[in-house]
């Protein structure tokens, strides 16, 4: 049985909101911070990957539901490929969590894996 596009959207919407577990807000103020600045793969304009995506997560978040483009959708897939497959890898020190790489990281994609 095949699923109609909006069935599609919908799932994606639900599982970007359950990965995204900060605020726009939260990620705006994040982005800012030398540490967000500090991980992640660069792209061509110096800015990493995950930079890039955080600023179009935030977009995202600020946007009704009706109003998600097809990028926007996109987008939200890669979210959680990312999120799903980065938060399965654990940080390498377990004990410096909060101040890890992996974590910064994941904040970079809109997910802080400390937030309960």
Known sequence: MATSHTSDHDDIYTTFKHD????????????????????????GGGESVGHQSGEHIVKILHKKKADLTPDDEAHMHKVHSYVSRHSAQGPHDKKDVETSRWRYSLMNWGHDPLKK
């Not at 995204?20 to 792209?43: F, H, I, P, R, Y």
């Open 20 to 43: 995204v577990n900060m605020t726009a807000s939260e990620l705006e103020k994040w982005l800012k911070t030398d540490e967000s600045k500090s991980v992640g793969q660069a792209s």
